[in-house]
T-cell receptor
Framework: ELKVEQNPLFLSMQEGKNYTIYCNYS?????LYWYRQDPGKSLESLFV?????AVKQEGRLMASLDTKARLSTLHITAAVHDLSATYFC????????????FGKGTHLIIQP | GAGVSQTPSNKVTEKGKYVELRCDPI?????LYWYRQSLGQGPEFLIY????????DSGLPNDRFFAVRPEGSVSTLKIQRTERGDSAVYLC???????????FGPGTRLTVL
């Protein structure tokens, strides 16, 4: 059974600081996704990572994938308040398993 | 363009009642997924449709849950004899193809009293 673990689950940080969210998964994966969820809202796709060593950046967010370590990171650079949200990683195990397996999410609060 | 839409946005029902939740995917998306999200958790996969057929229903918790997609577009998730433990946000997602990025709808918040 595929397990996806995120840490930390809760993070409070100040504007201007850098931080990294980690996502570990337990079995080989076809692809890995990062989503953002604002309170009471649905999930917004941020990144899809398809291969070992993949790195994608959008604004102050950068995601990377190490398939050998079964680890993805989401790095936040010079955080701003608007990035406050819950961030989920989700793994597509492929091989007949059709749904995404999500981590529990990282609840990020960025304080001015 | 229009995203995934879901109706109703909120549904309150009594224990033992039957409910239907509707999902309208992005036009042209062949793959459709249902997930359930409990408070403070990530979404959990329920069922996947490719076209009209349920290709994978391994996530449905029991036989009270059933979903259809008769014309390969709109899907309905049906829950019989609802229980308080069914209370959650039910999310629908669609993707262009099976391996594509899944785009999520706003969800239906189901409360079973």
């Amino acid at each position: 059974e595929l397990k996806v673990e995120q840490n930390p689950l809760f993070l409070s940080m100040q504007e201007g600081k850098n931080y990294t969210i980690y996502c570990n998964y337990s079995t080989t994966s076809d692809r890995l996704y990062w989503y953002r969820q604002d309170p009471g809202k649905s999930l917004e796709s941020l990144f899809v990572l398809l291969s070992n060593g993949a790195v994608k950046q959008e604004g102050r967010l950068m995601a990377s994938l190490d398939t050998k370590a079964r680890l993805s990171t989401l790095h936040i650079t010079a955080a701003v308040h608007d990035l406050s949200a819950t961030y989920f990683c989700a793994v597509d195990a492929g091989g007949g398993a059709d749904g995404l397996t999500f981590g529990k999410g990282t609840h990020l609060i960025i304080q001015p | 363009g229009a995203g995934v839409s879901q109706t109703p946005s909120n549904k309150v029902t009594e224990k033992g009642k039957y409910v239907e939740l509707r999902c309208d995917p992005i036009s042209g998306h062949t793959a459709l997924y249902w997930y359930r999200q409990s408070l403070g958790q990530g979404p959990e996969f329920l069922i996947y449709f490719q076209g009209t057929g349920a290709a994978d229903d391994s996530g449905l918790p029991n036989d009270r849950f059933f979903a259809v997609r008769p014309e390969g577009s709109v899907s309905t998730l049906k829950i019989q004899r609802t229980e308080r433990g069914d209370s959650a946000v039910y999310l629908c997602a669609s993707s262009l193809v099976r391996s594509g990025t899944q785009y999520f709808g706003p969800g239906t918040r189901l409360t079973v009293l």
